[in-house]
């Protein structure tokens, strides 16, 4: 489904490559992490799938089609076979949830009839039925990149790209967003999510790439793991300087007592 | 080539093909689609499409306050300049004949416009008419002496209206050199132009000011005016730069991104052009009385507001509106296009 091929990418005025000399294979109706730290390449590589980016060596394939040959009058019809969930969400602030997911099919110019009929069903499978006629700015964190996911899976994409879709979201809000992102993956779609959050890698126990300074440094297929504090080590925790504990129900402080203040007229 | 990279190739285009063909939007649609969400954007976004529209009715009105002030300045100038005349002043009793002959002469020349001569009589006739309300000149002329008296001593005149009155030499070169007009003319009254010419010259370089001022004017407060809702349109586009990289980013095409940002540019533009029009008419109406009495030649733009040419005034005002709101709007978003 996705095919990197020695694909190697120099920012100007860097000299170190963001990526550097990446291959990889994807299969069809995969579930794949990449994970790293920040500035390992992660965003880059997805930039390069979503041809925002172009490699500065290499080739890469999805789909089917080599991304050598899309030009630019192609990227708009080749960007709408993609499933992207941004990191910020990228939502449309002066539209409502139902229009931002209408978005995503109105540009593939699917007709009215087509959009009402799909939009609801999107909806309901990301839990936002009831919320379709609100505004962004109205929603919580979760409920926004739920929004997200349903505009890039309503036109049924083959490959569904997510750039760190857990970031800043609570504990339970991230195992909803995860939950859903592998239901969609179960349809049938090929799912590649870039993220920080080893509790969510090993909870899917999918497989997982690393990347760190642009290489991939491990490829675990199936139940793979991933540990931050292999490549983050936490600083140790200084020991708490000793302090005498007062205890909770020693003499009790006297407060002088209050004045009594006399008003003359 | 490898066979394997031919292969990927071919695959590549066919895929693209495909993925084209398919992605062919129904115009009327995608364009019905540009437009809703174009009024709607004019709505939720209403502070700043207030902004755009007010910065643009008072660019409209400036420009059309210049056409207009051009148009009134050059229509007084030149019916100032109708009323300069050269007058030659022939001998009391001069031949019809010889007048005649005069003005076929003066005729000849490429900057007369027009000629009329006139004999002692009617030139009398002529000075009766122009003092009809002084009672007591009347009383003197009542008497058939005095009037065969001013008929003899009144000069035939000659009147020469010009088509450039900076360049007279032609003119005065025939009075000079011509026998018949050195043998005809007064000797005691000398033709008019030399008198007249200062006046002439500073019309006409208020006349030649008001015309080439106007055009300047106009283009400056064009650019001007270009620039400021530019300006207001690219603030507009610029809080609204991550939606553009959002539309790109989920295959959106540039006439799907471009089109709601035209519309909304377009309906400002209208309404513009619709208030613009309306203040102008209403402020010409109350106008052009007062002008009319200061002696400003205003016959034209009262001729156009009392007529059903005003409604071709309105469509020029929102059709001037919309193109400059499309300009603007379409170089303010270049650069979110890239």
């Known amino acids: 489904m996705i095919l990197l091929d020695g694909v190697t990418k120099i920012y100007p005025k860097d000299t170190k490559p963001a990526l550097d000399n990446v291959s990889l294979h994807v299969d069809p109706n995969e579930f794949l992490f990449i994970v790293g730290q920040s500035g390992a390449g992660k965003s880059t590589l997805l930039k ?3 041809k925002e980016e172009n490699p500065s060596s290499g080739k890469i394939i999805v789909g089917g089609i080599d ?5 630019k009058r192609h990227i708009p019809h080749y960007r709408r076979r993609l499933g992207v969930v941004f990191q910020d969400n990228k939502l449309l602030p002066s539209r409502t949830v139902y229009e931002n997911v209408a978005f995503a099919l109105e540009i593939a110019g699917m007709s009215n009839k087509e959009i009402d009929r799909t939009v609801p069903k999107v909806l309901d499978l990301v839990g936002l039925l009831d919320k379709s006629h609100k505004f962004p700015s109205h929603l919580s964190g979760g409920e926004i990149q739920r929004v997200g996911i349903a505009r890039s899976v309503a036109r049924q994409p083959k490959i569904l790209i997510a750039d760190e879709p857990t970031a800043n979201l609570d504990p339970v809000t991230t195992k909803e967003i995860i939950d859903l992102l592998k239901r969609i993956n179960d349809f049938g779609t090929t799912v590649l999510v870039t993220t920080h959050n080893d509790g969510i890698v090993n909870y899917l126990q999918k497989r997982v790439v690393t990347l760190d300074h642009g290489k991939i440094i491990s490829d675990q297929k199936g139940k793979g793991v991933y540990s931050l504090e292999k490549e983050e080590p936490k600083p140790k925790r200084k020991p708490m300087p000793k302090v005498t504990k007062r205890p909770l129900h020693s003499t009790p402080v006297k407060t002088p007592p209050k004045k009594k203040i006399i008003r003359t007229i | 080539m490898d066979k394997k990279s031919i292969e990927t190739k071919r695959n590549t285009k066919s895929h693209l093909k495909t993925l084209t063909k398919n992605g062919k939007v129904k115009k009327l649609r995608t364009t019905r689609r540009v437009v809703k969400y174009g009024t709607a954007g004019f709505v939720r976004n209403i502070w700043l499409s207030i902004a755009a529209t ?11 306050l210049t056409v207009v002030a051009n148009i009134v300045l050059s229509q007084t100038a030149d019916s100032l300049r109708d009323k300069i005349d050269i007058t030659i002043f022939f001998k009391p009793q001069t031949e019809d004949g010889i007048l005649t002959e005069a003005k076929s002469i003066m005729l000849n020349d490429s900057n007369v416009k027009s000629v009329e001569i006139a004999n002692s009589k009617e030139e009398y006739q002529r000075f009766l008419d122009e003092n009809t309300d002084n009672e007591k000149l009347m009383e003197v002329l009542n008497d058939e002496e005095m009037q065969e008296i001013m008929i003899n001593t009144m000069q035939s005149t000659m009147r020469i209206k010009v088509k450039d009155v900076d360049n007279l030499d ?3 070169d025939i009075v000079k050199n011509n026998e018949l007009f050195k043998n005809n003319l007064d000797p005691e009254k000398e033709p008019s ?21 106007g055009i300047i004017l106009g283009i400056v407060f064009l650019v001007i005016s270009i620039l400021i809702i530019f300006n207001t349109i690219r603030m507009s586009i610029f809080s609204r730069r991550e939606e553009i990289k959002m539309m790109k980013l989920v295959g959106a095409d540039r006439h799907f991104i471009r089109g709601p940002f035209l519309v909304e540019a377009r309906i400002c533009g209208m309404i513009s052009g619709f ?5 102008g008419y209403v402020g010409m109406l109350f106008m052009t009385p007062k002008l009319t009495e ?3 030649d205003v016959s034209v733009i009262t001729s156009i507001i009392k007529s059903e040419w005003i409604i071709a005034v309105y469509a020029a005002l929102i059709a001037l509106g919309m193109i400059i709101g499309t300009f603007s709007a379409k170089l303010a978003i270049r650069k979110y296009l890239h």
């Open chain 2, 170 to 172: 032609s003119i005065k």
């Open chain 2, 275 to 279: 208030i613009a029009g309306t203040a």
């Open chain 2, 193 to 213: 132009y030399d008198v007249n010419q200062t006046q002439i010259k500073t019309i006409t370089s208020w006349a030649n000011i008001a015309k080439n001022g």
């Open chain 1, 48 to 50: 390069m799938l979503t």
């Open chain 2, 54 to 64: 007010i910065v643009m009715t008072i660019t409209l009105l400036i420009l059309s």
């Open chain 2, 294 to 296: 200061y002696g400003i």
């Open chain 1, 67 to 71: 991304l050598d040959y899309v030009k």
